[in-house]
């Protein structure tokens, strides 16, 4: 089959490689007929995850039609139509059956799970595409991939909807929800977000869904600030404008009850400290830049909550945890519980409360995905969202 | 030691505080099983060579005894008999190599019920004596000179297995295909090269 793979920083390529096959009895197979691009997966673009190998196929957001099952998969037969959540959950363990499935106990592989457990001191659950110390999963930008646990992870979807309304089922839509939820939002509350990427935008619209008063979106990028506008949302252009005073001065004084970090890890911008780590990163002195978070920190209402899904990789400097103390923040992070979310959201969208679909710029074959990255990368503005078309 | 017995013996810093200087294996694993499933999966032991890694099979001779063949490096196997030396139901296990084995090996697996029904804790804890020479060398490797990791990745078969019947793999090519120059199609190979 043909597989769009990584072979190193800034080097993505479509290769033709082996199909995927049943190895265990409660595996699927899937013909894949739509997959994304994800903001993380620019993180792997960029060299910065550790644990890829060259030839890995890339890929976590993904849908596509049953075309084998194992003995033991009972929920789905052939022909249904799918889509995947990017994390990996057996269903069984005591962390899936506490709803805490992005911490799946059995699904990153004996052989994997060490060098996770050896750098974080835990080992996550398997991702698709998204390196060995995930578990070293084939990923979904590919004509064909094989799901493990077919019973727990992917959703039937139902006649009526097309690719496009459901495929951020997959990762970024419930990505985007749980981080607004996470903030156990009030009446009468603002909800400050940072980063207008995919799942920025995503979390503009979950924070109104959830009873949101006010929300601000923050970015530099005129075209996804218009976006987040037409949500709704009020903009703060960070070129144009100093962030925490008008912040301040936007919430009667009080500073936003809750500050969401869509960023990450490969925050933008030239302030000093987003400089000096620049340095520091290029260097190799240290793995994040975290800008954005100090920002939010110093932003945030008292008793407020930090809600993070922006993906972080490895260490933090400089943050003011001193301001974090004082104010008694409540920090929710993690990667998205995927399982929860499925089913209620896709009733979400069944009802038309949203449409995930307005983020996609661009659709391209699969052959095309390295012009893919390379925009999406490169040329932000125009390039929200890429899918990618294998079938 | 002002630690608590129950700190494993190769997490201690002071090597005078340790029962043993032999290569040892203190590992725990807790399975949201039923502590009697647990035991009686384990106690057949022929199971063993499902969550192995290197076990190839361990033949049942009799209640007591059995005759474990072990995959070694470079395509050798390694042979052993071992004996049962405790046997509590649904609590403890505990055997040694007999005469004339090549790698002595002992060791004991205790199943605890974990605390607030979070199913059943098992403890292993496992001695090996290796020969010196070239046979010391492929235990060593066996064992990846730290016996606890290979340890740590069977018990996490395990339980793999008993919560969800099933071990998983990223196995290449069909668990998890990649692209391999040298397993790729020819002209792949060609524009490689170009």
Redesign the interface.
């Known amino acids: 089959m043909r597989a769009v793979t990584w072979h190193g920083k800034h080097d993505v390529r479509v290769d033709t490689v082996p199909d995927p096959k049943i190895v265990n009895p409660h595996d699927i197979i899937i013909k894949t007929t739509a997959t994304a691009i994800c903001g993380s997966d620019l993180h792997l673009y960029d060299g910065v995850i550790p644990t890829m190998v060259s030839g890995d196929i890339l890929g976590h957001e993904f849908m596509g039609e049953v075309v084998e099952v194992g003995p033991e998969v009972t929920n789905l037969k052939v022909g249904d139509r799918v889509v995947n959540p990017f994390t990996i959950a057996c269903g069984q363990c005591f962390h899936c059956k506490s709803s805490f499935f992005s911490a799946c106990e059995n699904s990153n592989p004996a052989d994997k799970a060490p060098m996770m457990e050896a750098l974080y001191g835990y080992a996550g659950s398997g991702l698709f595409g998204y390196s060995h110390m995930m578990g070293g999963y084939a990923g979904g930008q590919a004509e064909y991939v094989r799901i493990p646990f077919g019973n727990v992870g992917p959703i039937k979807i139902p006649e009526g909807l097309d690719d496009e309304q459901v495929l951020f089922l997959s990762d970024i839509f419930p990505t985007a929800y749980q981080a607004a939820e996470n903030c156990n939002i009030q009446k009468g509350d603002t909800i400050a977000i940072w980063g207008m990427g995919p799942v920025g935008q995503l979390c503009v619209k979950s924070a109104f869904l959830l009873g949101a008063e006010q929300v601000i979106a923050i970015d530099h990028r005129g075209p996804r600030l218009e976006m987040a506008k037409a949500s709704g949302a009020e903009a703060i252009n960070f070129e144009e404008v100093k962030v925490n005073p008008a912040l301040q001065e936007m919430t009667g004084g009080r500073g936003p009850d809750h500050c969401i970090d869509c960023v990450g890890l490969e925050a933008h911008g030239w302030s000093v400290d987003n400089v000096w780590d620049f340095v520091k990163t290029t260097l190799k002195l240290s793995f994040d830049r975290p800008h954005v978070l100090r920002q939010a920190i110093i932003a945030c209402k008292p008793g407020g909550t930090l809600s993070i899904p922006g993906v972080y990789g490895g260490l933090l400097d400089k943050v003011p945890f001193g301001a974090a103390f004082g104010k008694g923040l409540t920090f929710k992070m993690g990667q998205t519980n995927m399982h929860k979310y499925l089913a209620p959201l896709l009733e979400r969208i069944q009802k038309g409360e949203i449409d995930p679909g307005f983020i996609i710029s661009h659709r391209l074959d699969l052959e095309s995905a390295p012009e893919g990255y390379k925009n999406f990368h490169d040329n932000q503005d125009e390039w929200t969202k890429v899918v990618l078309r294998p079938n | 030691m002002i630690s608590s017995e129950t700190v494993p013996d190769d997490a201690r810093r002071h090597k005078a505080d340790r029962e043993s200087d032999q290569a040892m294996a203190v590992r725990s694993v807790?399975i949201?099983k039923q502590r009697a499933e647990v035991f009686a999966f384990f106690r057949d032991f022929k199971n063993l060579a499902r969550f192995m890694?290197n076990i190839e099979r361990v033949d049942v001779v009799d209640a007591t005894h059995s005759h474990w063949v072990v995959k070694a490096p470079a395509g050798h196997v390694v042979e052993w008999d071992s004996v049962l030396t405790a046997e509590e139901p649904d609590r403890l296990l505990a055997w040694e190599t007999g005469p004339g084995a090549e790698i002595k090996n002992h060791g004991r697996v205790e199943f605890r019920d974990a605390p607030g029904d979070?199913?059943t804790e098992l403890h292993a804890t496992i001695v090996y004596e290796p020969p010196a020479g070239a046979l010391g060398k492929i235990v060593a490797t066996l064992f990846q000179k730290e016996p606890g990791?290979q340890a740590?990745?069977?018990l996490?078969?395990l339980?793999?297995l008993l919560?969800?019947?099933?071990?998983?793999?990223?196995?290449y090519?069909?668990?998890?295909?990649?692209?391999?120059?040298s397993?790729?199609?020819e002209e792949?190979k060609a524009a490689e090269t170009r």
Do not use: C, N, Q
């Open positions: 807790t949201d890694e979070r199913g990791i740590k990745r069977d996490r078969r339980k793999m919560e969800t019947g099933e071990i998983a793999t990223t196995e090519p069909d668990a998890a295909p990649r692209f391999k120059k397993d790729a199609p792949a």
